[in-house]
């Protein structure tokens, strides 16, 4: 998290005059349970297969939260 807020703190401070809407993550959803479902295994790291349904939504839970607490403090 904090890696990502630095790397966005960099861009807002090159690009902040050029920029007039941010986004700081687009579809997190996405990105975190594309990773992990079994059903939706095409976005690294691709652990849905081998594990069980309420591992994958435990682990795709967990990315989500921290891409949004990621976005939060960047916020």
């Known amino acids: 998290i904090r890696y990502f807020v630095r790397f966005a703190q960099k861009v ?16 997190p959803n996405v990105f975190a349970f594309c ?4 059903l939706h295994c095409v ?8 594990l069980s349904w309420s591992r994958s939504w ?5 990315v989500l939260k921290h891409l949004m ?3 939060v403090q960047t916020y």
């Open 43 to 50: 976005f690294p790291p691709c652990h849905g297969g081998p």
């Open 69 to 71: 607490m990621a976005h």
């Open 58 to 62: 435990k682990e795709g839970a967990l």
């Open 35 to 38: 990773g992990y479902l079994p």
């Open 12 to 27: 807002f401070e090159k690009l902040g005059k050029k920029v007039k809407f941010w986004a700081t993550l687009n579809e």
